[in-house]
């Protein structure tokens, strides 16, 4: 991810919010709207944790920042 991670859902999914964990488990940055495109401009370059709950669950995903 390089300055702007961009997601994309399905028409039934509903993001409630998005949150970004450095590996030790601290999180580092959270968002609750515009969830097209998450400025990660401020995030050191390194493997983070990327946290995703919605109306049918929680999704984790592993994201590499390199800005």
Known sequence: VK???NIKVSGS???????????LGSQIKS?????ESLDVRGISNGMYFLKCST???IV???ILVNN
């Open 3 to 5: 300055d702007f991670l």
């Open 13 to 23: 999914l509903d993001i409630k919010n998005i949150e970004i964990y450095n590996m």
């Open 31 to 35: 968002f609750s709207n515009n969830f």
């Open 55 to 57: 109306n049918k669950g």
């Open 60 to 62: 984790k995903k592993r």
